[in-house]
């Protein structure tokens, strides 16, 4: 059993590095993008509809760009593309959590606690299935459907915070919210 897990910990992996190597490479890049995205989330970010759309509009980018060679292979594109409305509705329903606040005369915004949480949890996965089994075609589809979903979230919180923000802006400056 000994040598079994150490064999398994000093096995290279389909990178040529050892697999130990591996994961430290993986939480050390995950643990980077976590901290910086659960601060902007805390802390807020400065609204700009174009920051909005890009994290979205690159999703589908690559979503597109990784089913196209599956396109022949698999009849599982129509649960990829099916997933797309399924992280609308989920982002649709948890991106209202959004709040708008001022500083130094420039709007923020935090996000979505929850969205974050989701986002989090999909990225580290996607990342540790497309590093670690990268030719595995059952996982590439997983990482496909984790994409796509994560996509169809983005666009959902992207359209509700756009959404609020026009909320927003509009009570400040109607007459009856000024008096």
Known sequence: MAG???YSVSSTG??????????IIIG???????????????NGMPYRKSYL??????????????????????????FVLAAIPL????????????TFFNRNGTT????????????LISFGVRLVLEVLYPTVFLYNIMVDLLLAFTDGMLIGEARNVVV??????DQTLSPEANM
Request: charged share 20%.
């Open 4 to 6: 079994q897990l150490i």
């Open 14 to 23: 389909p990178t040529g590095i050892s697999q130990y190597y591996e994961f």
């Open 53 to 78: 759309y890009r994290r979205p509009v690159l999703y589908t980018f690559l979503t597109i760009y990784l089913i196209i060679p599956e396109l022949y292979v698999s009849d599982s594109i129509l």
């Open 28 to 42: 050390v890049i995950f643990l980077f993008i976590a901290i910086r995205v659960f601060a902007r989330g805390i």
């Open 164 to 169: 609020k923000a026009k909320e927003s802006k």
């Open 108 to 119: 923020y915004f935090k996000r979505s606690p929850v969205i974050m949480i989701i986002w």
């Open 87 to 98: 992280g609308f509705i989920l982002g649709d329903r948890f991106g209202g959590n959004v």
